[in-house]
T-cell receptor, first 109, second 115 residues
């Protein structure tokens, strides 16, 4: 079955700096790649997603890039703010999402 | 509008007991999903419903786990003869349609602790 690996497991950045989280997947037929943000005691919340027909998507300070040949996709957060501190998960799949293990992002002010 | 709600928020039970976890999806959402999240891990798929029927239950770990959605809205995840390894956060999500690649809206989860 599908396997998703996510790096790094923890990431500390200074407020205002950029943060990059990377994921690789195993199934070359995968077409959908969402990113979720999870705050303590809450369920994951979708922050951005990309489908395989595009290589990049941007929404304000957040962007996702996809390299289907290499089977990896990345989340980029620019101008980080303390409220960006959370756990971020990449995922892929259709109805049945397969998640990475998560990245704890800490933004230091 | 109201999001996905799950009850109870916390459940502590003894090994061997039976538990039921409830999910109220967003009104009108036809697809409903159950995931399990262990500490420090990403959510792991259990089952999803399209309307009243289970469209994919391949993630249920064994026959102690069962889920129903009798009227196509509220769903209940049932766990028999609980084991300590069942301790986790059980997440429910819903989606407007069962067509793949639509956003899944997650509830806050039920934290199950088996002692």
């Amino acid at each position: 079955g599908e396997n998703v690996e996510q790096h790094p497991s923890t990431l500390s950045v200074q407020e205002g700096d950029s943060a990059v989280i990377k994921c690789t997947y195993s199934d070359s037929a995968s077409n959908y790649f969402p990113w979720y943000k999870q705050e303590l005691g809450k369920g994951p919340q979708l922050i951005i997603d990309i489908r395989s027909n595009v290589g990049e998507k941007k929404d304000q300070r957040i962007a996702v890039t996809l390299n289907k040949t290499a089977k990896h996709f990345s989340l980029h957060i620019t101008e980080t703010q303390p409220e960006d501190s959370a756990v971020y998960f990449c995922a892929t799949g259709g109805n049945k999402l397969v998640f990475g293990a998560g990245t704890i992002l800490r933004v230091k002010s | 509008g109201a999001g996905v709600s799950q009850t109870p928020s916390n459940k502590v039970t003894e090994k061997g007991k039976y538990v039921e976890l409830r999910c109220d999806p967003i009104s009108g959402h036809t697809a409903l999903y159950w995931y399990r999240q262990s500490l420090g891990q990403g959510p792991e798929f259990l089952i999803y419903f399209q309307g009243t029927g289970a469209a994919d239950d391949s993630g249920l770990p064994n026959d102690r786990f069962f889920a129903v959605r009798p009227e196509g809205s509220v769903s209940t995840l049932k766990i028999q003869r609980t084991e300590r390894g069942d301790s986790a956060v059980y997440l429910c999500a819903s989606s407007p349609t069962a067509v793949p690649y639509y956003e899944q809206y997650f509830g806050p989860g039920t934290r199950l602790t088996v002692t």
